[in-house]
């Protein structure tokens, strides 16, 4: 974002629109897609898509109304900053954490098998989701040529390709490569990452200094990170998440496995709502499905853990559910109504695509 690489990529997508509205909406959905791979904050993407978009709808609303275009694209970033994140292994904190516990039950999950285990199923789900949103929200005709202008103006601006914008691909370019390789090469995750921040800061082949780096670095999202973690690792230790799966245990041990799964899901998606923050819901969530799994003979932990994450990822009804929902409603393109009556049926898609996952993909 500093060095105003994300906003040429996200103006260069846009522009495959080719100006309709419809596959305006499409192109917005999956540019989350592309960000996830450049940026790993779901805060980051929303922030960076929305002011983008909202000069776009300005600029459009000049000539006529494109309330419910705005609604689509806005609500479609509220829904989506936090899906995305799940497409890659490194695409949000909360992703990081879950990558983790998932590759210690399953060492061969990889950055490479991740995404095929999680990319379909995302991809699928974001062609739903365009379709619930031209029948609820129908766009209306926007003038084409005024669209394109408006991106072509925007990328003029930006200038050519400079120095730091060249650097910087070729840095993550080098450390996309090493995530698809860590089967071959064996570093982990966190290493190749930190590596690939260690490059921006070098000499010559770096594109800032250290004391702008590390104040860009949010550092209470790091203790908050580390806070969570240790009190996912007090409620394992104390025996409360052997409790509460003991609990449930005796509710749905004389279920079938399908119906187990399902109903673990929709407990997790109606448990999100009153949760803001995803990663502090899944260090709960996932260690106990993990122990739900394990006591149960005829299916992995695994299978118990992937759609249980899936359900906690999105918040679909409030406003409040997640700071990313937040920041894109204060834009004002939509009301707590419109999230909350979109959001039933795209809640309900998910689930679908869930189960689709877990039983016929996953399976």
């Known amino acids: 974002m500093e060095t105003g690489l994300a906003s040429r990529v996200s103006l260069l997508i846009l522009k495959l629109s080719g100006g309709s509205g419809k596959a305006l909406i499409l192109i917005s959905f999956l540019l989350m897609i592309v960000l996830s791979i450049l940026i790993p904050s779901n805060v980051g993407k929303a922030s960076l898509v929305s002011s983008v978009l909202d000069s776009l709808v300005k600029s459009l609303k000049r000539l006529g109304e494109v309330h419910k275009l705005a609604k689509s694209l806005f609500i479609g970033i509220a829904y989506l900053a936090a ?19 998932l590759s210690e039950i399953s060492p061969e999950i990889g950055y490479l098998k991740w995404l095929i285990l999680f990319g ?6 974001i062609l739903l989701l365009w379709i619930i949103f031209l029948l609820t929200f129908p766009p209306e005709k926007i003038d084409k040529k005024l669209l394109l202008n408006f991106i072509d103006e925007k990328i003029n601006e930006l200038g050519k390709l400079s120095m730091r914008e060249k650097k910087l691909m070729i840095i993550t370019g080098f450390t996309l490569l090493l995530w698809i390789t860590q089967n071959l090469h064996g570093y982990s995750i966190p290493q190749i990452g930190l590596l690939g921040a260690c490059l921006t800061i070098l000499p010559y082949i ?18 908050f990170f580390a806070s969570t973690l240790m009190v996912s690792g007090m409620l394992v230790k104390t025996g ?5 799966a003991g609990v449930l245990n005796t509710h749905l041990s004389t279920q079938s ?4 799964i399902l109903i673990l899901v929709i407990f997790t998606a109606i448990l999100r709502i009153v949760f803001v923050n995803i990663l502090g819901f899944l260090t709960i969530m996932l260690p106990l499905a993990v122990t739900i799994g394990e006591t149960m003979s005829d299916v992995s932990p695994l299978s118990i853990a992937m759609p249980v994450f899936l359900a906690g990822v999105p918040g679909f009804f409030l406003v409040t559910q997640s700071p990313v929902h937040l920041i894109s409603h204060t834009y004002g393109y939509f009301s707590d109504r419109d999230l909350f009556h979109v959001g039933v049926y795209s809640s309900f898609l998910w689930i679908v695509v869930i189960l689709f996952s877990v039983f016929f993909w996953w399976g």
């Open 83 to 101: 899906i995305s994140g799940v497409f890659v292994a490194t695409g949000a904190s909360s992703t990081i954490y879950t990558f983790g516990i």
């Open 120 to 125: 379909v199923p995302i991809l699928l789900y």
């Open 206 to 223: 770096g594109i800032w200094d250290w004391d702008q780096a590390r104040k860009s670095i949010d550092w209470d999202m790091m203790l």
């Open 240 to 244: 409360t998440i052997d409790w509460m």
């Open 257 to 260: 496995t399908w119906l187990v």
